[in-house]
């Protein structure tokens, strides 16, 4: 328990230098705004070029993967959908209640958390390839659709609907078209192409986007603790839509006219999303890996450990980026990292292995 606490350290430390830099109003008022933007739009993706040039893509065809892989894809298709039937979210906002279903802290929790109970952090490297080319691709679609970004006729699908549905041509256009103007999935994919190519940045080059890399975690976090200190606006969100450069001005007409929903519903929704992503993605991982796939027992421990893992940072700056309601995705980030601190550890004790 204790090296699991000294794992945990550096998220707290940063979150709450967040927290007391909010407090104090040193950055000003659209800190939180900024530092999101710069999160979003450079430091993570210098961060993914970096990482997914640098890897071999076969590396995640095996089956520990596929155990882990079955845990995501049905805990993040549980998020997406009792977050419409029974909060009555529309599309963007359900994408983002399944990525903090789902979506694992995999590199700055991921990998101390590896290395202190396995011993090894190669299963989280495949984990981070996952999530960057397989599922970060797919919310970011349904975002990208959910708020009708890029196209000027509104959030076609967040809340209630009143702006108007984007035609078939409409949404294949901004699909096709996604890529080049969401950064996420361009640095992901440029670094596909110079994985395969065997390219490799001159060393200024890649000295330069290691630094911006290293950036995206510790920036994203502060940005989460100066989120804590934020009143929600008419709207429900902890920063104005505008604040985010992918959510238009006033393209949001639907998210003015959302019912007014109560602290009961907002906290059941919270504790649906960590119930899933602390329970029940590591639960799954292990029937699909114990008996269906028989994995050794250190190979089981590592995809029940990395599943168990709490929801990423990343969520909240999604939905901050995209202008949308950020509490649902802030609380459930913090309160799953609180709770998965008991479950790593019992995964540990079930499984046979000890924190060294």
């Known amino acids: 328990m204790h090296a699991l606490l000294s794992v945990f350290a550096p998220i707290w430390t940063l979150t709450a230098i967040g927290y007391a830099t909010g407090r104090s109003g040193l950055l000003g008022r659209q800190a939180e705004a900024a530092l999101g933007r710069f999160v979003f ?17 076969d590396s995640f065809a095996n089956p520990s993967m ?4 079955a845990g995501t894809a049905l805990v993040c298709g549980l998020g997406f959908l009792t977050a419409g039937r029974l909060f009555g979210r529309g599309t963007a906002d359900r994408a983002i209640s399944s990525m903090t279903s789902g979506y ?7 990998i101390p958390v590896a290395v202190q109970v396995l011993g090894d952090a190669s ?13 970060s691709p797919v919310i970011l679609t349904l975002l990208d659709s959910g708020t009708g970004t890029g196209t000027g006729t509104g959030a076609a699908e967040s809340g209630t609907g009143a702006g108007a549905r984007p035609g078939r041509a409409v949404v294949l256009r901004r699909m096709l078209t996604m890529p080049v103007r969401n950064p996420i999935i361009m640095a992901s994919l440029l670094g596909v192409a110079a994985s395969a190519l065997g390219l490799r940045l001159p060393h200024a080059l890649a000295h330069s986007c290691d630094l911006l890399g290293a950036a995206a975690v510790p920036t994203a976090l502060i940005t989460l603790g100066l989120s804590l200190n934020a009143r929600p606006d008419e709207g429900g969100s902890t920063a104005p839509a505008r604040s985010s450069v992918l959510a238009k001005g006033p393209e949001h007409p639907a998210r003015a006219d959302r019912p007014t929903r109560t602290k009961r519903a907002e906290r059941a929704e919270v504790a649906l999303a960590v119930a899933l992503k602390t329970l029940a993605q590591p639960l799954i991982a292990f029937a699909v890996g114990g ?14 450990l990395c599943s168990a893992l ?17 509490r649902p995705a802030r609380n459930a980030v913090v309160a799953s990292t ?7 550890s019992l995964a540990t004790w079930a499984l046979g292995a000890a924190p060294s």
């Open 123 to 135: 299963f989280v490297a495949q984990i981070i390839l996952f999530q960057v080319l397989l599922v």
């Open 338 to 344: 609180v709770v998965s601190m008991a479950t790593l």
């Open 41 to 57: 739009h450079v430091a993570m993706p210098a961060a993914l070029f970096t990482m997914v040039s640098g890897a071999r893509l």
């Open 310 to 326: 709490p929801a990423a940072q990343n969520a909240f700056i999604y939905s901050q980026q995209y202008g949308l309601d950020t």
């Open 104 to 110: 694992v802290n995999s590199a700055n929790l991921g």
């Open 66 to 69: 596929v155990a882990f892989a």
């Open 291 to 304: 008996p269906l796939l028989r994995l050794p027992e250190h190979q089981l421990l590592a995809v029940v």
